[in-house]
């Protein structure tokens, strides 16, 4: 383009109260920034700026430029970064909402330092839609029928145990009954289950507390309002920093963490996720000390 240079230094112009700042901004000097002007209202034969003590400001026809410019090189410096970013692949992957916030999240930043990829997240549970929903891979729980003919790959099997806070804890580990259990709306049997299956002969007593997303009653198990009935990938980090316990320990249900992918040859980036979840999970299988009641 003609005179690119001169329209270049005039977006940075109008953008300024002087030349002299743009000259700064644009590490020339004063004089330099008065050339280019003056070569562009040449071009144009029409003027741009006029002054007004030390300041200068755009004519009528400067502020119509100016509107041009601005779109011209907004949308130059978004091609460029396409551009250098063209061979950096990307995975939208969708995953559990708790696990996400409680397990993936603080771990990601360790798969991004040795890849070249990026990994998008967004958080849903349930049956999902690969492909035509812009989504690489899921996250689940396999609490569900699978409806369309996705690839599962198990990541970890699940174990679960009630947790509580260490006071929390305390105060209630003479009399079970007092105990409030925590429940979420979407597991709302996971007490019922874990009871049923491995602690008929224990009384937990009837008080109970509901929330509408299962990460609330982690969080209020936390700050000692009751007991949350945790699934080890889930709670592996606050029993490993001390912000809960689990006496009873963990059992197995009958579920597993899956990675949904679509059927076909994988891309190397989804083949290197699914490697990092594998052996990150690995590590989220209870230890046998904890594998009790």
């Known amino acids: 383009m003609r005179h690119l240079k001169a329209f270049y230094t005039f977006h940075i112009a109008a953008a300024s109260t002087s030349y002299r700042e743009a000259a700064d901004k644009?590490?020339?000097?004063?004089?330099?920034?008065?050339?280019?002007?003056?070569?562009?209202?040449?071009?144009?034969?029409?003027?741009?700026?006029?002054?007004?003590?030390?300041?200068?400001?755009?004519?009528?026809?400067?502020?119509l430029l100016k509107g041009y410019t601005e779109q011209a090189f907004q949308i130059l410096e978004q091609g460029v970064e396409r551009v250098r970013h063209e061979n950096r692949q990307c995975l939208e992957v969708s995953c559990e909402p708790t696990l996400t916030m409680r397990w993936l999240m603080p771990r990601l930043s360790e798969f991004?330092?040795?890849?070249?990829?990026?990994?998008r997240l967004s958080t849903a549970g349930g049956p999902v839609i690969l492909g035509v929903t812009g989504l690489s891979m899921a996250i689940r729980r396999d609490d569900f029928e699978l409806h369309h003919a996705h690839q599962k790959i198990k990541l970890v099997e699940e174990w679960v145990g009630p947790v509580f806070a260490p006071k929390y804890w305390q105060s209630v580990n003479q009399d079970h009954s007092k105990i409030v259990k925590l429940h979420s709306e979407s597991r709302r049997a996971a007490w019922k289950t874990w009871l049923g299956s491995a602690a008929s002969h224990l009384d937990f007593g009837h008080n109970e507390q509901f929330f509408d997303h299962f990460y609330f009653c982690f969080q209020a198990a936390i700050d000692g309002l009751g007991a949350a009935m945790g699934s080890y990938p889930l709670v592996?980090?606050?029993?490993?920093?001390?912000?809960?316990?689990?006496?009873?320990?963990?059992?197995?249900?009958?579920?597993?963490?899956?990675?949904?992918?679509?059927?076909?040859?994988?891309?190397?980036?989804?083949?290197?996720?699914?490697?990092?979840?594998?052996?990150?999970?690995?590590?989220?299988?209870?230890?046998?000390?904890?594998?009790k009641i």
């Open 112 to 119: 991004h330092r040795t890849t070249h990829g990026d990994v």
């Open 236 to 291: 592996v980090d606050d029993l490993k920093q001390g912000r809960l316990v689990a006496p009873f320990g963990f059992i197995r249900s009958d579920h597993d963490y899956v990675l949904l992918k679509q059927e076909g040859e994988s891309t190397l980036l989804e083949d290197q996720f699914t490697t990092w979840l594998q052996n990150a999970l690995a590590e989220c299988v209870p230890q046998e000390s904890l594998r």
């Open 26 to 63: 644009l590490s020339i000097t004063h004089g330099a920034v008065s050339k280019q002007i003056k070569v562009l209202e040449s071009y144009l034969d029409q003027p741009l700026f006029y002054r007004q003590g030390r300041n200068v400001y755009l004519t009528k026809e400067g502020e």
